[in-house]
């Protein structure tokens, strides 16, 4: 994923791919990598595109929700992708 990911964060001339963007760091509290709240799926290693996704459809009303609708309202569709390139690292 990261030989993916690198060439595509230099020609967008994003952020290093180390950084984290606004917000990224969050999602990790409740979508913990180590599954410390297993009620709450890991994002690490999944499609960095069916993040995104999820993030847009929460936002617009299309994905059953109790919180993420909310959170997702929050960030546009560029901040989400970047986000959750990050969050799939
Ligand atoms: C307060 C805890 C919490 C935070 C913070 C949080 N999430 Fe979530 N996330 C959830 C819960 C709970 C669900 C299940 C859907 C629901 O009930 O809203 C979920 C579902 C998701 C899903 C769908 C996963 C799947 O496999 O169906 C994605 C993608 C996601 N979150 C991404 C993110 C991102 C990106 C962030 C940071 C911007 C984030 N979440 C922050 C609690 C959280």
């Known amino acids: 994923m ?14 290093l791919a180390e950084q984290a963007p606004p917000g990224a760091s969050t999602c990790l509290g409740c979508h913990s990598a180590t599954r410390a709240a297993p009620a709450i799926p890991t994002l690490r290693g999944r499609e960095a595109a ?18 993420m609708d909310r ?4 960030f546009s569709e560029e901040e989400s992708q970047a986000i959750a390139a990050w969050v799939v690292r």
Do not use: N, Q, Y
Not at 51 to 65: D, L, N, S, V
Not at 71 to 74: S, Y
């Open 2 to 15: 990261r030989a993916v990911l690198l060439p595509l964060l230099l020609l967008s001339g994003a952020a």
């Open 50 to 67: 069916d993040i995104a996704a999820a993030m847009r459809e929460f936002r617009e009303g299309r994905r059953p929700a109790t919180l």
């Open 71 to 74: 959170l997702a309202k929050g």
